[in-house]
């Protein structure tokens, strides 16, 4: 079994930046991919970016690219999102997840079947 557990999130003013981190334990992930998904208010749970555990090629959102950079440590085994320029639209709780069989774009395309999650952590932009 995983578990995942996020922190980092809070609230920030718009234009601030923040950093969620994931910190993942049960297992040690060699292959696979973390990925991001946030679920705004009112709103399905959206995909916001994922990561390779092995290469680390990385994979974004449309409305995320060029703000958001996600990392890993496989060291830690964690990974990390840095969020920069943050709009009042990206006011959701955020998610981490894993599974030991996808690919980035396979965790964006196939999120209702992504293996594991964590309890998420609410990030809050204020205008």
């Known amino acids: 079994q995983v578990q995942l557990v996020e922190s980092g999130g809070g609230l920030v003013q718009t234009g601030g930046s923040l950093m969620l981190s994931c910190a993942a334990s049960?297992?040690?992930?060699?292959?696979?991919?973390m990925g991001w998904f946030r679920q705004p208010p009112g709103k399905e749970r959206e995909f916001v970016g994922a990561?390779?555990?092995?290469?680390?090629?990385?994979l974004y959102a449309d409305s995320v690219k060029g703000r958001f950079t996600i990392s890993r440590n496989n060291a830690k085994n964690t990974m990390y999102l840095q969020m920069n320029s943050l709009q009042p639209e990206d006011t959701a709780v955020y998610y981490c997840?894993?599974?030991?069989?996808?690919?980035?774009?396979?965790?964006?395309?196939?999120?209702?079947?992504?293996?594991?999650w964590g309890q998420g952590t609410q990030v809050t932009v204020s205008s």
């Open positions: 997840a894993a599974d030991p069989e996808f690919r980035p774009n396979q965790m964006m395309d196939y999120i209702h079947v992504v293996n594991f």
């Open positions: 990561i390779s555990w092995r290469g680390g090629s990385t």
């Open positions: 049960g297992r040690t992930f060699t292959s696979g991919a």
